[in-house]
Nanobody
Framework: QVQLVESGGGLVQPGGSLRLSCAAS????????MNWYRQAPGKQRELVAA???????NYVDSVKGRFTISRDNAKNTVYLDMNSLKPEDTAVYYC????????WGQGTQVTVSS
């Protein structure tokens, strides 16, 4: 079955950095579009970053220039490098892909606070 397992969340001070990882199984990873979403308390889940099978990337405006999505097809893993973190980046971050149907990871908490 398809599994997406995130790791790398935590507590970081404003201006700090974190790297999220999402290990995928059960799909032909190199063919999959991989996405990172986030959901803050009381807010709707939003698409933060996406990477195509060919490596093209897209970002929500609020993270452009600060976040970088990348993939390692040999490791079936997608990453989200987050720099210059702000308190408003605090959320649960989810890995997502659509492989006939939508699949989500369990989520990893990112808290940006001093």
């Amino acid at each position: 079955q398809v599994q997406l397992v995130e790791s790398g969340g935590g507590l970081v001070q404003p201006g700090g950095s974190l790297r999220l990882s999402c290990a995928a199984s059960g799909i032909i990873f190199r063919l999959a579009v991989m996405n990172w979403y986030r959901q803050a308390p009381g807010k709707q889940r939003e698409l933060v970053a996406a990477i195509s099978s060919g490596g093209s990337t897209n970002y929500v405006d609020s993270v452009k220039g600060r976040f970088t999505i990348s993939r390692d097809n040999a490791k079936n893993t997608v990453y989200l490098d987050m720099n210059s973190l702000k308190p408003e980046d605090t959320a649960v971050y989810y890995c997502h892909t659509t492989w006939r149907v939508d699949y989500w990871g369990q989520g990893t908490q990112v808290t940006v606070s001093s």
